[in-house]
């Protein structure tokens, strides 16, 4: 087990253009978070998922942004017609159900729109 | 209103000095608390955390916090700072009467180790 893998790791786009991000999560892990993280803040709260059901957004999560988990498995997350203030690091992140157990986090994708 | 706090924004700690760094929380419960650490273009990494029972939590890389139920705070100490402990260190909590299970996090506190 290699961990929680995001891919791409850096992602430069014009404003306007849409993108798409994956999260593989720790295999036996069911819970599937996303953050967004700027800088000089800690990451704030996207979106979450236990297996393929999406069970909480935060008022963060515009229109132009959608996430899926299909089968249950790995996780995209799109941004459409991004915009300068979507410049950000998106991590995800997996557990196992229950409150209090550890959230395993990726590397993350660093998102610049130009 | 609901937050975590880390006043500090920015420590520096001589190397072999001790450390603390400060974690406030205002939630009508006891959340659970978590000390994650992020080192440059790394991810974030669970340093110790606390659900119930013993305030004083013992992590890894010779961290511990201690829970002030008085003071709503969680602090992260180190007896001997190393210079690898430079990194950015945030609180976070999930609320205990909340249904989502998503980490609330701190703005962080950044950490430099002086020679």
């Known amino acids: 087990d290699t961990g929680v893998s995001q891919d791409p790791r850096h992602k430069i786009t014009k404003r306007g253009q849409n993108v798409t991000f994956r999260c593989d999560p720790i295999?036996?892990?069911?819970?599937l978070y996303w953050y967004r993280q700027t800088l000089g803040q800690g990451p704030e709260f996207l979106t979450y998922f236990q297996n393929e059901a999406q069970l909480e957004k935060s008022r963060l999560l515009s229109d132009r942004f959608s996430a899926e988990r299909p089968k249950g498995s790995f996780s995209t997350l799109e941004i459409q017609r991004t915009e300068q203030g979507d410049s950000a690091m998106y991590l995800c992140?997996?557990?196992?159900?229950?409150?209090?157990?550890?959230?395993?986090f990726g590397q993350g994708t660093r998102l610049t729109v130009v | 209103a609901q937050s975590v706090t880390q006043p500090d924004i920015h420590i520096t700690v001589s190397e072999g000095a001790s450390l603390e760094l400060r974690c406030n929380y205002s939630y009508g419960a006891t959340p659970y608390l978590f000390w994650y650490v992020q080192s440059p273009g790394q991810g974030l990494q669970l340093l110790l955390k606390y659900f119930s029972g013993d305030t004083l939590v013992q992590g890894i890389k010779g961290f511990e916090a201690e829970f002030k139920r008085s003071q709503s705070s969680f602090n992260l100490r180190k007896p001997s700072v190393h210079w690898s402990d430079a990194a950015e260190y945030f609180c976070?909590?999930?609320?205990?009467?909340?249904?989502?299970?998503?980490?609330?996090f701190g703005k962080g506190t950044t950490l430099s180790v002086s020679s």
């Open positions: 295999s036996e892990h069911n819970r």
């Open positions: 992140a997996s557990s196992l159900t229950g409150r209090g157990t550890e959230a395993f």
């Open positions: 976070a909590v999930v609320p205990a009467n909340q249904a989502g299970t998503a980490l609330i």
